[in-house]
């Protein structure tokens, strides 16, 4: 499945970008999705500079403190975490939190979702285990009580 989103996001940016152009707001949206497949695909090294340029186009056109840009922040931190690099993941988290408590108070959701995101972010995202099937776990417990 994830083969099959980044083409499909890759064109959806082309077409974003022929019809709205590049520096577009309407186009900062599919390059932001393009960048999310890319690290969903385990593609660490082309999400980040996407993540980045994004960023950089929203804080320009809508400002630091938009949630658009506040999430673009907090994916690119996520990307650098998943990188490995933490020097550059926790400030950029710190600075969503930041941003986030400063407009929407420290108990709204988003900004307990950013400070969360700053714990989780001191340490690096471990690759996930791969999830057993039902049947897989049936099995095993049927022939460890049979034994």
């Not at 099937?133 to 095993?140: D, E, G, K, L, M």
């Amino acid at each position: 499945m994830l083969n099959r989103t980044v083409p499909l996001h890759e064109a959806v940016l082309a077409d974003c970008e022929r019809l709205f152009g590049e520096d577009a707001p309407d186009t900062l949206c599919p390059r932001n999705n393009l960048a999310h497949s890319y690290l969903a695909a385990g593609d660490v090294g082309r999400a980040i500079p996407v993540f980045r340029s994004t960023l950089a186009e929203q804080e320009r056109a809508l400002g630091d403190e938009h949630p658009d840009t506040l999430r673009s922040r907090s994916d690119l931190a996520k990307a650098y975490q998943a990188a490995g690099d933490l020097n550059r993941a926790i400030p950029l988290y710190e600075a969503t939190l930041a941003y986030r408590e400063g407009v929407l108070g420290p108990d709204h959701p988003d900004a307990v979702h950013a400070d969360n995101l700053i714990h989780a972010g001191k340490r690096p995202i471990q690759p996930k285990r791969p999830k057993r099937s039902r049947a897989t776990v049936a099995i095993r417990v049927m022939s460890s009580s049979t034994a």
